[in-house]
């Protein structure tokens, strides 16, 4: 058993651990880079909820806000994505 451990560890070469890095960063990095824009658009819609049902009439601008907002936040997300992309493809 032990010899065969050893055997397979002798067979790892610095590519298989340079491609198991990469594929372990970019998964980090659009775990990490998701949470924020997540909990940001959820707290965001939340209040937006919570407005329109105090103040119906202020749906329209509330919505439109809400959305411009949403949009803004969820680029950084877009940008882990990019940045996971490149370390998968280029690096």
Not at 26 to 44: D, L, N, R, V
Request: negative net charge.
């Amino acid at each position: 058993m032990l010899q065969e451990a050893q055997s397979v560890v002798s067979q790892i070469s610095g590519a298989d651990i340079a491609t198991a890095a990469k594929y372990i960063a970019a998964g980090i990095c659009m775990g990490i880079g998701a949470i924020g824009p997540a909990i940001g658009e959820g707290i965001a819609a939340a209040h937006a909820l919570d407005g329109m049902a105090r103040q119906p009439e202020m749906e329209g601008a509330l919505l439109r806000t809400m959305v411009l907002g949403q949009a803004i936040t969820e680029s950084t997300g877009i940008y882990s994505l990019l940045i996971a992309i490149v370390l998968l493809f280029v690096v």
